[in-house]
Nanobody, 116 residues
Framework: VELVESGGGLVQAGGSLRLSCAAS????????MAWYRQAPGKQRELVAT???????NYADSVKGRFTISRDNAKNTMYLQMNSLKPEDTAVYYC???????????WGQGTQVTVSS
């Protein structure tokens, strides 16, 4: 499975961005997809997840501001980020997991920078 993120950039606080993650390869084995982020000097943290069935889950820090979605016809996952804050600045990574142990893939990451 190959995951390619896009949509990062520089935005002012209060602004919006939409990240995309395009999946290719053995996509039929993907169960859950997720967005993670890693800020400088910090550990990678889970931002949001979406299952094949469309169930979603969010980190408390982004609830009400971010929306994760998945377009299975386009093999693409999205993260709509609104009301961005400087503390949202990080490299955002796309992740795909399957039901089989070891089926765990990552994208290369896309930088999101929120200026105050």
């Amino acid at each position: 499975v190959e995951l390619v993120e896009s949509g990062g950039g520089l935005v002012q606080a209060g602004g919006s961005l939409r990240l995309s993650c395009a999946a290719s390869g053995n996509i039929f084995s993907i169960n859950t997809m997720a967005w993670y982020r890693q800020a400088p000097g910090k550990q990678r943290e889970l931002v949001a997840t979406v299952t094949n069935g469309g169930s979603t889950n969010y980190a408390d820090s982004v609830k009400g501001r971010f929306t994760i979605s998945r377009d299975n016809a386009k093999n693409t996952m999205y993260l709509q980020m609104n009301s961005l804050k400087p503390e949202d600045t990080a490299v955002y990574y796309c992740n795909a997991e399957g039901a089989v142990a070891g089926f765990d893939y990552w994208g290369q990451g896309t930088q999101v920078t929120v200026s105050s």
